[in-house]
Every structure is written in structure tokens, then in C-alpha cells.
């Protein structure tokens, strides 16, 4: 390859931040078990409790409201499954039709095994949920809904939701409301307490932190069942051995994340609308999904028609351009995006997506060079197509 890789897929990990590296190392150099008494296990516990303490003073929370997880997929678990359960006999989990998996996985399940109603609350062409369309949904039987779920920004096409209003609808009715911060966390202004939901996810290696850790922020009064039984770790909400070192970058990197948001905002933001703009004028026909406006800074979500978004993907990666369809793969079938098709998308548009993602180390070199070799990838993808 004779130049460096155009890395466009920050919204799936992004780069760790040198400081997060540096926390990290700091603390790998020595050993301790935070549930130990001795010295070293009470100094592991230091570790711990200032870093719950640095995120819940950075995201709006109490540090008594912070439990470590091993990701956002189980902190996503924990509170559609946690909350569920502790709700019951309720039965309606309301959530939006296009969350992500880690959310819309475990309402499936617990509709299969639990009994649960899981409802999916539609969306517009912008992938937005509307309130009153949360309304109507609650108004069928408010009295048995034991949840709802709603992210706070979409990580295929972008769309921010108007999670202060919905949270705020949810409360009217006595109903728990949690969100998937994923996304949101260092792209926009987020405040666990000013957002008015019961509980909040949040990931490492979408901050610039390591994988493998991450948290859910659950409001004074929230008590989910645990989803994980042994030592009773994290107020016998997440039992499991602290990964004192991951969580020290985990707190490191949200710190520095929320306190660069906006200049980093502002930054990706030009960087975004330059690339959709490039894009349009290198491929005429291209469509532009979620909000054109009030969506993630780095998030830039395209349907190339014609195109298979898996074929595209492969023919921009062997010219160094890093990116994401907005499909899942099963067996090595390509299914359509359920969030395209939860916004009215035909299955060809659907499956004909890619997204754009940036982050804390993009520049215009990388649109540079996704432009130089984006038309050329889509003619042959066309043609491959029609073959």
C-alpha cells in the first residue's frame, strides 16, 4: 500500500488516548485484588474508588451511582434484563426499533424465556423517536410496562434522540428509563442527572479507553437484578474481580474526552459536513441517511445504490480506507440494516450502506484519501453487482 490506511470507523473503537495508555501502565506495573484487606488490595481499591469518583463528577453522577462492567453490551444487559426483573409482574419492555443489538438482543430474549411484551417503538426517516409516539405506546397499559430503552444516539446513521423529553415522558408514569450513552459519550454535552433517565451505558473504547470495560450509571432508588452472581462485588449489582487498571484508563479517558467534547465537537463537525459534501459531489446519486443536522459530529452514514455495502467496504479496505457497513452478517449471508429498514428504507438501500465514522485522530488527509479512491470502488462495486 503506498499510502497509510484512512481510518473511518471510530464509532466501532477509536485509537486510546496517551493518557489512558499512560493510567493503564501505571497500574498494570503492580498487582493487588481490590476486595482483598491487605495494603495492596486496600490500594488497588484507592484506584477504583477515585476513578468511579473522577467519572461520576465528569458525566453527572454520584460515584455511589457507578458500576463497572466489562463493556456496554453488559451494561446494556444488566439494565434491560435487571430492570425487567425487577419490575415484575410487569411485562412491556418498550424500546426503540433502532437500538443497538446489545439492547434490542436481551428485550428479545427476555420476551422468549420470561414472558416478557417487548414492544419497538417506531421511528421517522431520520431514525427518531418521537414523544408522542412514546406516549401513545405507554397509554396502551402504563401500568404494565417494567421499562424503556432508548439510545441516546444512533451508531449506524448518527440521529441524536430527545432523550430529556422521553425520560422526562417515561417519568410522568413511574417507568424506569435507561439509554445507551454509547455513541454520545465525548461527541455531545452529557449529564447523567440533568438527562432525568434511571440509567445510563457507557463503553471504553469508544473514549479513547481500553475494550473490555465499561459502565452502567443507575439513579439513587434503581435496584436491577443482577445478571452475574458470585463475589458480590459493585453492590451485589455486577459481582466479578475489578480490573483495576481497565478502569483507570476507563476513568481517564472519559475525563479527558468530556473535557475536550467541545472543541472536539466543533472540529468533527467541520471534518463531517466537508466529507458529506465531498462525497455527494464524487458520487452524485448517493443518499445521506439519519439527521442532516442534529446527528453525532463524526458520524457520516451513506447508501450507495447499486452498490452491495459489504462488496464497497472490501474495495475501499484494499486502498486503505477503514469503514463499516450498516448491515450484520449471518453465516455469511448480508442482512439488511434493521435501523435503514426501521426508517423506511428499501432492502437494496439497506444493504447498500456504509458509514463514515470519525474521531479524536481523523484529519482531512483521511478524506482525502477516501475521496481519491471512493469512485472508482463504486463503479466496480456497480458493476460487480449487475454481474
Known amino acids: 500500500m503506498s499510502r497509510p490506511s484512512a481510518y473511518l470507523d471510530h464509532a466501532a473503537t477509536t485509537p486510546m488516548l496517551p493518557e489512558a495508555i499512560e493510567a493503564m501502565k501505571e497500574q498494570l506495573r503492580l498487582v493487588g485484588n481490590a476486595s482483598s484487606l491487605h495494603a495492596t488490595g486496600r ?15 465528569t458525566l453527572g453522577a454520584r460515584p455511589s451511582e457507578v458500576v463497572f462492567t466489562s463493556g456496554g453490551t453488559e451494561a ?5 434484563k ?25 428485550a428479545h430474549w427476555l420476551a422468549d424465556s420470561q414472558g416478557a411484551l417487548v414492544e419497538l417503538l ?25 421499562m424503556i430503552s432508548v439510545m441516546w444516539a444512533n451508531n449506524e446513521v448518527g440521529t441524536v434522540q430527545p432523550v430529556h423529553v422521553l425520560a422526562a415522558i417515561a417519568h410522568d408514569s413511574g417507568i ?13 454535552p452529557v449529564s447523567f442527572a440533568d438527562s432525568g433517565a434511571d440509567a445510563l451505558t457507557v463503553t471504553g473504547h469508544k473514549v479513547g479507553g481500553p475494550m473490555g470495560v465499561g459502565a452502567l450509571l443507575l439513579a ?24 483495576a487498571p481497565a ?10 474526552a468530556v473535557n475536550e467534547q467541545e472543541s472536539l465537537s466543533r472540529r468533527l463537525t467541520a471534518l463531517r459536513d466537508e466529507l458529506i459534501q465531498r462525497v455527494r459531489q464524487a458520487v452524485p446519486d448517493v443518499l445521506l441517511n439519519g439527521d442532516p443536522t442534529d446527528r453525532l459530529p463524526g458520524n457520516a452514514h451513506f447508501s450507495f445504490p447499486g452498490c452491495e455495502g459489504d462488496a464497497l467496504l472490501m474495495l475501499l479496505d484494499a486502498k486503505g480506507v477503514e469503514c463499516s457497513t ?23 438501500a439497506a444493504r447498500g450502506s456504509l458509514r463514515f465514522s470519525l474521531g479524536h485522530t481523523s484529519t482531512h488527509d483521511d478524506v482525502d484519501r477516501l475521496i481519491e479512491v471512493l469512485p472508482a470502488a463504486v463503479e466496480r462495486a456497480r458493476r460487480a453487482g449487475l454481474s
Request: hydrophobic fraction near 40%; aromatic fraction near 2%.
Open 247 to 256: 478502569i483507570a484508563g476507563l476513568a481517564t479517558a472519559i475525563r479527558v
Open 326 to 348: 450498516g448491515s450484520a452478517c449471518s453465516a455469511g449471508v448480508a442482512q439488511p440494516s434493521h435501523v435503514l429498514l426501521a426508517m423506511g428504507a428499501d432492502s437494496a
Open 122 to 146: 417506531e421511528v421517522d426517516e431520520l431514525g427518531r423517536v418521537h414523544p408522542d409516539t412514546l406516549r401513545a405506546a405507554i397509554a396502551r397499559d402504563p401500568d404494565d410496562v417494567a
Open 220 to 243: 439513587r432508588g434503581m435496584t436491577p437484578v443482577s445478571v452475574m452472581h458470585g463475589g458480590g462485588q459493585e453492590r451485589d449489582v455486577r459481582s466479578g474481580t475489578l480490573d
Open 43 to 57: 490500594r488497588v481499591r484507592r484506584v477504583v474508588e477515585e476513578s468511579r469518583e473522577t467519572i461520576a463528577d
Open 82 to 106: 435487571g430492570l425487567y426483573w425487577a419490575r415484575r409482574p410487569r411485562k412491556r419492555v418498550l424500546v426503540s426499533s433502532v437500538e443497538h443489538h446489545a439492547t434490542l438482543d436481551p
Open 76 to 80: 446494556d444487559n444488566l439494565a434491560v
Open 176 to 188: 424506569p428509563f435507561h439509554t445507551d450513552a454509547v455513541q454520545a459519550v465525548g461527541q455531545l
